[in-house]
């Protein structure tokens, strides 16, 4: 089991700036993935951006060049920093954690943070 413990959100004008910060407690893979999705009202939850044990890294085109994903693997952390926000990153954010073992994937979930960015 892990245990996703997500902070950081907020209310921010536009072309502000917020951090995200999702810690992991439990049992964790040497091999995993750490990523940020986002559900605005009335839409499906899509994938904001990935990063794997090894660092390397995937972002949804509406946010390149504007959000950053970082981890820490000492810390069991992932962060978000998030640039130039717009109002349509409106939306919760959840932190997902996904241990690989065996052949199988176990995915975790953070209860999510509220980001809100007002025109």
């Known amino acids: 089991q892990v245990q996703l413990v997500e902070s950081g959100g907020g209310l921010v004008q536009a072309g502000g700036s917020l951090r995200l910060s999702c810690a992991a407690r439990g049992i964790i893979s040497s091999i995993n993935t750490m990523a940020w999705y986002r559900q605005a009202p009335g839409k499906q939850r899509e994938l904001v951006a990935s990063?794997?044990?090894?660092?390397?890294?995937n972002s949804t085109d509406s946010v390149k060049g504007r959000f950053t994903i970082s981890r820490d693997n000492a810390r069991s952390t992932v962060y978000l920093q998030m640039n130039s926000l717009k109002p349509e990153d409106t939306a919760i954010y959840y932190c997902n954690h996904r241990n690989y073992k065996e052949g199988k994937e176990y995915d975790y979930w953070g209860r999510g943070t509220q980001v809100t960015v007002s025109s």
């Open positions: 990063i794997t044990s090894g660092g390397s890294t």
